[in-house]
């Protein structure tokens, strides 16, 4: 079975985007507006990573990518008096 390389994908609401980063592929970093635009950019980033930086076993030619979301929101709510 071959690896799983996480990423780890949260919303900045101060940026209005989702930023993505990895422990496991180093250098990636990203963001986009949406989910679906996050995803486009690291499936584009993270081959070019690889191989700038190495770290794939002779031959492999797939990377399996698992992106984790988290987004978070405060909702107010008012109390009658």
Known sequence: MSRIYRVEA????EAGVW????????????EAESMN???EKIRVL???LF????????GQKV???LV?????????VSVAS
């Open 19 to 30: 930023v993505a980063e990895s422990e496991d592929i180093p250098g990636l970093v990203a």
């Open 10 to 13: 949260h919303w900045d609401s």
């Open 51 to 58: 191989e700038l930086n190495g770290g794939l076993e002779p």
């Open 46 to 48: 993270v081959p070019e």
């Open 63 to 65: 990377v399996n990518v």
């Open 37 to 39: 635009a996050l995803v």
């Open 68 to 76: 984790r979301a988290h987004h978070e929101e405060t909702a107010l």
